[in-house]
């Protein structure tokens, strides 16, 4: 990037560095995305790193946290708000339903695949490539994006019928 336009953060750590380069001229809207895309951020590493000693909230001052990009998800009886899949189903088709059931909840939820990435952390590139059905999300992927969504993951196993 030019850094005469951007303003360009590089930070040390024990791994390498972790760069983020943000355009001088970047608008209100722009600055809260990217604050709320820090903010998702650390709260994933603090989630998976309980032993962290951090108080990601107050890293961003005593207000109440930015609230998620994404809105609140349909109640839980909502048909359209689970999907089944056993071990007949091949990876592929898996992948599919998953990605379908993905895509058709964002839909109805008026959410675009922009808002799920800020919001969970998940690059927008694999929010687009879990939704056409190209991978089978994890356990882990899945509470994230219901977490956008202001939910939890339920996992059950319904009798064959």
């Given at each position: 990037?030019?850094?005469?336009?951007?303003?360009?953060?590089?930070i040390?750590?024990?791994?390498?560095?972790?760069?983020?380069?943000?355009?001088?001229?970047?608008?209100?809207?722009?600055?809260?995305?990217?604050?709320?895309?820090?903010?998702?951020?650390?709260?994933?590493?603090?989630?998976?790193?309980?032993d962290?000693?951090?108080?990601?909230p107050?890293l961003?001052?005593?207000?109440?946290?930015?609230?998620?990009?994404?809105?609140?998800?349909?109640?839980?009886?909502?048909?359209?708000?689970?999907?089944?899949?056993s071990?007949?189903?091949?990876?592929?088709?898996?992948?599919?339903?998953?990605?379908?059931?993905?895509?058709d909840?964002?839909?109805d939820?008026?959410a675009?695949?922009?808002?799920?990435?800020?919001a969970?952390?998940?690059?927008?590139?694999?929010?687009?490539?879990?939704?056409?059905?190209?991978?089978?999300?994890?356990?882990?992927t899945l509470?994230?994006?219901?977490?956008?969504?202001?939910?939890?993951?339920?996992?059950?196993f319904?009798?064959?019928?």
């Amino acid at each position: 990037m030019d850094s005469t336009n951007t303003i360009e953060l590089k930070i040390p750590i024990h791994s390498g560095v972790a760069e983020i380069a943000i355009p001088v001229d970047a608008s209100e809207d722009e600055l809260k995305t990217i604050s709320q895309s820090i903010l998702n951020t650390l709260q994933t590493l603090k989630s998976l790193n309980p032993d962290l000693n951090v108080d990601v909230p107050a890293l961003f001052g005593t207000q109440e946290a930015p609230k998620k990009a994404a809105p609140v998800a349909v109640a839980p009886e909502d048909k359209k708000a689970s999907f089944v899949i056993s071990r007949n189903n091949s990876h592929e088709d898996a992948a599919q339903t998953a990605g379908n059931f993905l895509r058709d909840f964002r839909e109805d939820q008026n959410a675009d695949r922009k808002s799920i990435s800020e919001a969970t952390g998940i690059a927008y590139s694999s929010v687009f490539n879990l939704e056409k059905g190209k991978s089978v999300p994890s356990l882990e992927t899945l509470a994230k994006i219901a977490d956008a969504y202001q939910s939890d993951v339920k996992v059950t196993f319904v009798p064959r019928g």
